[in-house]
T-cell receptor, first 114, second 117 residues
Framework: AQSVAQPEDQVNVAEGNPLTVKCTYSVSGNPYLFWYVQYPNRGLQFLLKYITGDNLVKGSYGFEAEFNKSQTSFHLKKPSALVSDSALYFCAVRSSGGSYIPTFGRGTSLIVHP | GAVVSQHPSWVICKSGTSVKIECRSLDFQATTMFWYRQFPKQSLMLMATSNEGSKATYEQGVEKDKFLINHASLTLSTLTVTSAHPEDSSFYIC?????????????FGDGTRLSIL
């Protein structure tokens, strides 16, 4: 079985400060990891993914994530937050050798204060 | 590229009505489409997975006679909420995945806000 944990329901950060949204996972075999963002009344938009290779993955809108195999984590980061980054963020995992159906975390609401 | 169009974006109807939601992949062929339901401030709940030309696979607890899914072509899947009731009111989101894309992200539609009076 595969699972994803996003331990924080909400993250608050001041504009211009760095942000981190946490994600840990459990999967059999090698993981495929994804981050998505959802704005109000919209579907999810893909931000970035880790499949293999460099542990630091860069994605859209200045976001990046670091894959840490020993800690089974894939935290989302951005060096300098914008008010417009305020949204709901979802981490997802899929096993490279198992089900093609991904498992999503419960989501983390990011609020960036001016 | 990889655009998924979902219609309608918003629908209000009376209890007992059936509502059809369409999900189209505009610039790629979607072997697999997923249907999710999302309650306010909550995560996505996978309802069913549909593969083109075959019956949908429903998650446990989802009534297949209530939520009819058809994936008749590689670019279109539909979800029909039959005899809708107020408790069916929710935000429904579809996503699509192309052939042989095990390491590719899903592409999501913009969702349908369904309100049953």
């Amino acid at each position: 079985a595969q699972s994803v944990a996003q331990p924080e329901d909400q993250v608050n950060v001041a504009e211009g400060n760095p942000l981190t949204v946490k994600c840990t996972y459990s999967v059999s075999g090698n993981p495929y990891l994804f981050w998505y963002v959802q704005y109000p009344n919209r579907g999810l938009q893909f931000l970035l993914k880790y499949i293999t290779g460099d542990n630091l993955v860069k994605g859209s809108y200045g976001f990046e994530a670091e894959f840490n195999k020993s800690q089974t984590s894939f935290h989302l980061k951005k060096p300098s937050a914008l008010v417009s980054d305020s949204a709901l963020y979802f981490c997802a995992v899929r096993s490279s050798g198992g089900s093609y159906i991904p498992t999503f975390g419960r989501g983390t609401s990011l609020i960036v204060h001016p | 590229g990889a655009v998924v169009s979902q219609h309608p974006s918003w629908v209000i109807c009376k209890s007992g009505t059936s509502v059809k939601i369409e999900c189209r992949s505009l610039d790629f062929q979607a072997t697999t489409m997923f249907w999710y339901r999302q309650f306010p401030k909550q995560s996505l709940m996978l309802m069913a997975t549909s593969n083109e030309g075959s019956k949908a696979t429903y998650e446990q607890g989802v009534e297949k006679d209530k939520f009819l899914i058809n994936h008749a072509s590689l670019t279109l899947s539909t979800l029909t909420v039959t005899s809708a009731h107020p408790e069916d009111s929710s935000f429904y989101i579809c996503s699509a995945q192309s052939t042989g894309s095990g390491n590719q992200p899903q592409h999501f539609g913009d969702g349908t806000r369904l309100s049953i009076l």
